[in-house]
């Protein structure tokens, strides 16, 4: 893991440090709030906060806003990014990285969309 982590984080121009190296580790368990990873990893609230932006700003971490609830962090799991969409289970809160070919945004708007999400719930959970 910490191998793979290092090559995918230096693709994206990062350096594997230990802070993102337990916040990626910690986001591999699944979906977690900023509480639950500053409780998991042992991190200050910046220092996660931080890495957290970072990571969002390259691909590797998506946020998921449920009503009345505090944000999720989720692990992207597609390889070399490049736009696609993401489901998230509302009941058993587990992410998953769509085909590119899922969702296709057409004009105006192709230029102006970066992120689609699809919230409900997963073919087990329905």
Not at 62 to 82: D, I, M
Not at 92 to 102: H, M, N, Q, S
Not at 119 to 126: E, I, P, Q, S, W
Request: hydrophobic share 35%.
């Amino acid at each position: 893991m910490k191998s793979e982590l290092k090559k995918t984080l230096r693709q994206k121009g990062l350096r594997c440090t230990e802070p993102r190296r337990c916040i990626v580790e910690a986001l591999e368990k699944g979906p977690k709030t900023h509480a639950e990873l500053l409780h998991l990893t042992g991190l200050d609230r910046v220092t996660v906060y931080r890495n957290l932006i970072l990571l969002q700003q390259v691909g590797l971490v998506y946020r998921v806003y449920l009503p009345g609830h505090e944000p999720l962090f989720v692990l992207c799991e597609k390889e070399g990014g490049g736009f696609h969409a993401h489901f998230f289970c509302e009941k058993c809160r587990k992410g998953v990285c769509l085909p590119a070919d899922t969702i296709q945004i057409v004009e105006p708007w192709a230029k102006q969309v970066d992120k689609v999400l699809l919230l409900g719930r997963c073919l087990h959970c329905a």
